[in-house]
């Protein structure tokens, strides 16, 4: 009886004493945890679309550096046309603000053994600056639609005669850019991270003065046409003369107010 109740509390002592170790290393893991995830993210963590579990912040700074270096900018120009300017081309990089390491003071750190199954997914704005400020200027004027032989002039609406008639002739926009503008335009979507930038939605495209829904052309059109549109018949005893619309147009003379009539003097 005595060997039996000898070999018990051998065993009651074998087992509080693995207990306790084991309590040891529990408390020990634990406080490794909430030491290594002071300055890592908890499993599951994603910032901008990159996993950043088990991260610093420094290394969290490279993945987001790397968001920059993949930056795109899609210029939009008239007639569906497209350009590009990328990270490199702009003289684009990053610039750490400590984003990523107030993201991971702010988490709770002391209950790390939970996240395991988080997915927790952060936002950070990557604050860029520019490594060369005249290089996406230099860049922009080497765009195609930059370019003056590219560049169409735009063209005034205006009357023509048809021959039979007078009609207003539409206006012609062109392709003409106002290229401070477009360097201002740019420089702005640049700065403020955009993907896509229209330069016709920004009026970088120089416009014509006179379009085809103008009063003053509309109303010099139809007095044109109102002065010319009647037929005169001469008979005379021999013959008869015409007086009609090939002659009358050359007799059609503009005021000082911008008002047609025909010149009395050449009728």
Not at 63 to 79: D, F, G, I, P, S
Not at 146 to 170: F, L, R
Not at 196 to 214: A, G, H, I, R
Request: glycine share 6%; hydrophobic share 30%.
């Amino acid at each position: 009886m005595g060997e039996e109740k000898e070999k018990m509390k051998t065993g009651k002592k074998v087992i509080i004493a693995l207990i306790i170790i084991l309590l040891i290393f529990t408390a020990a893991a634990y406080g490794y945890g909430v030491h290594y995830f002071t300055d890592h993210f908890l499993p599951g963590s994603q910032v901008n679309g990159f996993n950043c579990s088990y991260k610093t912040a420094d290394e969290t700074e490279k993945l987001l550096a790397k968001e920059v270096q993949a930056y795109v900018l899609t210029v939009e120009t008239r007639n569906n046309g497209k350009e590009s300017i990328t990270a490199k081309e702009a003289g684009l990089v990053y610039k750490p603000d400590g984003g990523a390491r107030k993201l991971i003071k702010k988490q709770d750190r002391y209950k790390w053994f939970l996240a395991f199954n988080q997915k927790k997914k952060y936002t950070l704005a990557t604050d860029t600056t520019y490594e060369d400020q005249n290089k996406l200027t230099e860049t922009v004027k080497k765009l195609k639609c930059m370019q003056k032989d590219k560049m169409e002039k735009p063209v005034d609406a205006c009357i023509k005669d048809t021959g039979e008639s007078y009609e207003i002739q539409p206006e012609k926009e062109g392709t003409t850019l106002d290229t401070k503008k477009v360097q201002k335009v740019i420089r702005k979507a640049v700065s403020a991270g955009d993907v896509t930038v229209s330069l016709e939605k920004n009026n970088c495209y120089k416009k014509p003065s006179v379009y085809k829904d103008d009063k003053t052309l509309k109303k010099e059109c139809d007095q044109m046409n109102k002065l010319t549109s009647c037929v005169i018949t001469y008979d005379f005893s021999d013959r008869s003369e015409q007086l009609d619309r090939n002659t009358i147009k050359d007799w059609l003379v503009k005021d000082a107010n911008g008002d047609y009539s025909v010149d009395k003097n050449q009728v």
